[in-house]
């Protein structure tokens, strides 16, 4: 299109002209800018995270793996084999096909985790249901659970962000700061699908089936599963989970 608008001046040009007067004009070549590649952008109007050295964070590719049958299921129907908190700030449930996290105190966590079982690579989503929760109020979905204070923690918050954490020793690192996704339901109630795929030294986390994000750390390398819920404001919190699955991965 724009080769036709250049010589047409040209063209109009010879045919005002005689050709024993036309002396040949400089050529000039025409400058076209190239229009971009359009992308994905997960996270609009979100800066750039900040990378840990230790730590790679890569945009989600097209995953380099499959993902298997059914090997743990949890329906929620009974408290066996979870632990929970038996303290004044808030209780955790366990009944009618969810586990109920439900925070009385202002700005308290509770957290409740699985004995069982301990696995490197899965895929694994949980439901969560925030019923009652505002503004930076947080829950999420632990993995690779080692004791009680060893696991990753991928959280959403309650205004529509998410965050992943490592936990190690009592101390908390920053894996991906907290990003507003379009994926995330703001307030409550609402109803999300949490999903986490681990191979290896990789770990790929999806909200409602789409791609958030990738972390690459090596040093928690094995364990089990878990939920919490935050009180970040001076209100009370009350966050639902349902339907844990947890299936196998197969390499590619």
Do not use: H
């Not at 993995?143 to 965050?163: I, K, M, P, T």
């Amino acid at each position: 299109m724009k080769k036709i608008w250049i010589n047409l001046p040209l063209i109009v040009l010879c045919a005002c002209l005689s050709i024993s007067t036309l002396e040949p004009l400089p050529t000039a070549t025409p400058t076209i800018t190239p229009y971009p590649t359009p992308t994905i952008e997960w996270f609009p109007s979100s800066p750039t995270p900040e990378q840990l050295p230790t730590i790679a964070v890569t945009p989600t590719q097209e995953l380099m793996s499959e993902i298997g049958e059914i090997i743990f299921q949890d329906e929620f129907l009974s408290s066996d084999q979870w632990t929970v908190p038996q303290t004044d700030m808030g209780q955790i449930n366990i009944s009618n096909g969810e586990i109920n996290i439900i925070i009385y105190e202002p700005r308290s966590l509770l957290v409740g985790t699985l004995e069982k079982p301990d696995l490197q690579d899965f895929y694994a989503e949980i439901t969560a249901n925030p019923v009652l929760c505002t503004g930076r109020d947080e829950y999420g979905f632990l993995f690779r659970v080692f004791g009680r204070n060893q696991y990753y923690r991928f959280a959403l918050s309650c205004d529509g962000e998410v965050r992943m954490d490592k936990i190690v020793g009592g101390g908390t690192f920053v894996l991906y700061p907290w990003t507003r996704s379009a994926s995330v339901p703001a307030g409550a109630p609402s109803v999300s699908k949490l999903e986490v795929l681990a191979l290896q030294d990789e770990i790929r986390v999806f909200v409602n089936g789409d791609p958030q994000f990738t972390i690459v750390d090596q040093e928690l390398r094995l364990g089990s599963f878990g939920v919490f819920a935050r009180s970040v404001g001076e209100t009370a919190v009350t966050i639902s989970f349902s339907d844990l699955i947890v299936r196998e991965v197969i390499p590619k």
